[in-house]
């Protein structure tokens, strides 16, 4: 839907009215934080790491308590040197933000005018479509077939006035993944002109050989960006920091709209030395994997829809639609246990609650949750 009003309606506005389209927006639904009935809650509702962070981020973090008077440096040089080396990147190729939710804003901001349009699969993670629209961007979603990501069905959704293809992958909310074969299938099919964003939020916890996050790929494409965060395995989504690699020109005219200080000094301290921690991401994989591949086999036994196999460090469950089996049934039983897990109405999932890989009592807690809520 494309918005157009004239511009003397709003001067004559008995007050200041926002452009068209801001107030059909919906904004952003983040994860309960806490339970209703106010007792003790373990948060699965944010795919946050529940391992916590690095321990070596967390003492740079206190460390910064000094220089809170300072402003951080604009380039974000020592998280961008730190990344160049790990990944073997050019540093002026890399793009900072406070979360990769700011780098897909900045995309968004640097290639959409009122009219043109982005492509996205229907599950697709939020932040995408509300930074789209704030640009009075149409946004147009490609059917999921089995909430997994469907190159035909995007392909479909591409026209003259497409600007940018918005893929997870894995995907949030979905966990699904789709092998590279697919990715680069759908990239030759791109006209040049459509920059395609490979979100990567979750590609460490995907282990499939043929997985691939495309940073490789994206060394000699035109208009591949690949991003990045350190909310997830990481673990430092209290600090907000993403980054995207993109071609040089595309980085250069982001670099133009972005607010100068994106990145604060804690959170780039924290950042390389979670980068460095290889341990703890190693631990974080690992359980990760373990308890996924658990919490999957269990549910599953139960007679719940696990979507996926999941690749990221959630899974998707589905519930029946007969009353007091629903999964807004489910969530509020679970929520007065002190389970928190995510409810989908904004992504048009009523029917399916997402689910954070909790530590080892959690996912068992959850699991004799579920089974004492279907004997009802
Ligand atoms: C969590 C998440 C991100 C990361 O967001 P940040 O702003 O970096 O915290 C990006 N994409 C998806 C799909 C996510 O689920």
Redesign the pocket.
């Known amino acids: 839907m494309t918005h157009t009003s004239e511009p003397d309606d709003r001067a004559r506005a008995a007050r200041p009215l926002p452009k068209p389209g801001i107030m059909e927006i919906h904004a952003y639904v983040p994860g309960k934080a806490k339970a209703d009935s106010g007792v003790e809650a373990v948060k699965l509702s944010a795919?946050e790491n529940v391992l916590g962070s690095s321990e070596k981020a967390r003492e740079v973090y206190v460390s910064a308590a000094t220089q809170l008077h300072v402003y951080p440096d604009s380039r974000t040089t020592i998280v961008r040197d730190a990344i160049a080396e790990h990944y073997r990147l050019e540093p002026e190729r890399l793009i900072f933000?406070?979360?990769?939710?700011?780098v897909f804003a900045l995309l968004n901001q640097t290639f959409l005018e009122p009219g043109d349009n982005i492509v996205q699969g229907e599950y697709a993670?939020a932040?995408f479509a509300i930074g789209a629209r704030a640009c009075q961007a149409e946004v147009r979603s490609a059917r999921e077939p089995g909430y997994r990501i469907d190159v035909d069905e995007i392909l479909k959704c591409v026209d003259g006035r497409t600007r940018l293809v918005f893929l997870?992958n894995p995907?949030?909310p979905t966990g699904t993944w789709i092998p590279f074969g697919e990715v680069r299938r759908l990239h030759e099919r791109l006209p040049p002109s459509v920059v395609l964003v490979l979100?990567g939020?979750?590609s460490e916890f995907a282990n499939d050989p043929a997985f691939d996050d495309g940073l490789d790929y994206a060394r000699t494409s035109e208009n591949v960006v690949v991003?990045h965060?350190?909310?997830?395995l990481h673990g430092l989504?209290a600090l907000?920091?993403?980054w995207g690699y993109a071609p040089a020109a595309i980085a250069a005219a982001v670099d133009r709209i972005r607010l100068p200080f994106n990145v604060s000094i804690p959170a780039q301290l924290a950042a390389v030395e979670a980068l460095k921690d290889t341990e703890f991401q190693a631990r974080s994989i690992a359980h990760v994997d373990q308890w996924r591949a658990w919490l999957t086999q269990q549910l599953g036994g139960l007679g719940f829809e696990v979507v996926g196999p999941s690749a990221a460090n959630f899974v998707l469950v589905g519930f029946p639609d007969r009353p007091g089996r629903t999964a807004a049934d489910a969530d509020a039983f679970l929520s007065a246990r002190g389970l928190l897990t995510r409810r989908l109405l904004n992504y048009g999932m009523p029917d399916h609650l997402r689910i954070t890989i909790g530590l080892e009592a959690h996912n068992r807690a959850l699991v004799e949750a579920l089974t004492d809520f279907i004997k009802g």
């Open positions: 795919n933000g406070c979360g990769s939710d700011e993670f932040a997870a995907g949030n979100d939020a979750y991003t965060t350190f909310s997830k989504a907000r920091v993403g």
